[in-house]
């Protein structure tokens, strides 16, 4: 009899708790002490019958509050279920696998620096027939979009609600590989973000149709709806962006909380719950490169154009009027990360569009005009923190990470260089993954094409396994409160 009380009490705690089944057992435990004192006597027949109706009371109660319980469970899994599966497409990734891209070489060892797998590598590059793919492939590779989606690992991702209640927007720019801008693509898509790419409207049709097959198979993906013939460090190369944001500020279905802009040789150094966190964190400050460079300002004093037999941008030699609404000139990056607040000043502010139409016979107006609205804090342009000295705090540009060739001592680039901007190689991985920078400029999917394979293995895994791990938010916490 003593071990019917406490089957009972035992049976009731694991169901829910002690904390919450205690009332229940001490009714059950006072009763098997008055059964006690009770038994042997004359009424203990009397009593015995009572306690049954009680224990039967007992165990039905047990009965429907298990029931109870269990329907609460399943509605919790439910719950979670139809959360995870939101986006049709999103399929979470095992937390403790690895996975490894390619097995000719050994991409950890590579980005740790390991010299010995470094040169095994590039031995494997100069004798091995290392085939490259073409826009042809991508193309027709996308004709069949569940095949595409799983070759690529489009529908492979590990999504946060704190990604999904941040979407970005970015805005990506592609003039002659349809490869590289697809390796961009998977490395940063996320079905709840949206995409406009902007194709050069005279790259050659092969381009145009691989991209355009893309975009069928992702729906949060566009191409932009106006097309520029860009040309290098003209104004079309500023425009092809404007056109792209427009797009993306007129896109009903994404309310994105940044817009970051990008050319398709760039590739990601944080994910994208990493740059949720950091972007949460600048609460609306923005990331754009903007300095007072005197060096610089040959190419906005005289006039520019473009020579239609070159198709490069030359002086005219002849003097340009100084910029509207008292502004100073301010030289940066081309590419940011932009608070919607700020996008919506850059297209809709008049001063802003007067500046716009001054830079439009400057030289590499993109590297002007984001800085020279950052710089001028009369403006009162959103989003901009400025340091003691009045201007833009360079401690917060962290969106992109380039290597300049410069004079001196010293390796800053173990990959080639092309209009002195480092194209990476192998070597430079060590360096790159332990950056602060969102991306990195630049990469060619045909040079060294293992230094592109590494990193895509590495950002893949680092998604696939970082969401249980606390992502280092130091150094963005001290840039922000440091001025």
Not at 47 to 56: A, E, H, Q
Request: proline fraction near 4%; charged fraction near 25%.
């Amino acid at each position: 009899m003593h071990a019917i009380f406490y089957g009972v009490f035992l049976q009731a705690e694991l169901i829910l708790g002690i904390n919450r089944i205690k009332p229940y057992g001490e009714i059950l435990l006072q009763l098997q002490s008055n059964f006690l004192t009770f038994e042997g006597t004359a009424g203990f027949k009397m009593i015995r019958r009572k306690f049954k109706s009680v224990l039967i009371i007992a165990f039905m109660i047990v009965i429907v509050i298990s029931t109870i319980k269990t329907n609460i469970d399943n509605t919790s899994k439910t719950n979670r279920f139809v959360k995870q599966n939101l986006y049709s497409q999103t399929v979470l990734i095992s937390k403790s696998v690895i996975e490894r891209f390619d097995h000719e070489v050994d991409c950890r060892r590579i980005i740790e620096g390991d010299e010995l797998e470094i040169a095994y590598a590039l031995e494997v590059l100069r004798n091995g027939d290392y085939n490259c793919s073409s826009n042809d492939d991508v193309r027709n590779n996308a004709q069949n979009c569940e095949r595409f989606l799983k070759m690529f690992n489009f529908n492979r991702f590990t999504i946060s609600k704190e990604e999904i209640d941040f979407p970005i927007a970015f805005s990506l720019l592609v003039h002659k590989d349809a490869v590289q801008m697809e390796i961009l693509l998977r490395a940063i898509y996320r079905p709840h973000n949206v995409y406009c790419i902007h194709i050069d409207r005279k790259s050659n049709s092969s381009l145009h149709d691989a991209m355009t097959a893309v975009t069928k198979c992702l729906p949060n993906v566009f191409i932009a709806s106006k097309l520029e013939d860009v040309i290098y460090a003209s104004y079309s190369r500023l425009q092809a962006d404007i056109n792209c944001m427009q797009d993306l500020l007129n896109y009903t279905d994404v309310k994105w909380e940044y817009l970051i802009n990008l050319p398709a040789q760039e590739y990601p150094l944080k994910t994208n719950l990493e740059m949720v966190k950091i972007l949460k964190l600048f609460n609306g400050t923005n990331s754009i490169e903007s300095v007072y460079d005197t060096a610089t300002h040959y190419r906005v004093n005289e006039t520019y154009k473009v020579n239609l037999k070159t198709l490069k941008v030359e002086s005219t030699k002849q003097r340009k009027p100084p910029p509207p609404h008292n502004m100073t000139v301010g030289k940066g990056s081309a590419y940011g990360a932009f608070s919607r607040r700020f996008v919506e000043f850059a297209l809709n502010d008049e001063r802003a569009q007067d500046l716009l139409k001054w830079t439009e016979d400057t030289y590499s107006p993109d590297e002007f005009f984001w800085a020279t609205l950052a710089i001028n804090k009369h403006l009162g342009t959103p989003g901009i923190q400025y340091n003691a000295l009045g201007f833009p705090d360079r401690k917060l540009w962290i969106t992109t990470s380039t290597t300049w060739q410069s004079p001196g001592p010293g390796v800053n680039c173990h990959g080639r260089y092309v209009r002195d901007i480092c194209i990476f190689g192998l070597r430079d991985l060590q360096k790159l993954v332990s950056e602060k920078e969102f991306f990195a400029n630049k990469f060619y999917h045909d040079y060294q094409p293992y230094a592109l394979k590494c990193m895509e293995e590495w950002i893949f895994n680092k998604s696939a396994t970082g969401n249980n791990l606390p992502t280092d938010l130091f150094y963005y916490r001290l840039a922000l409160n440091s001025t």
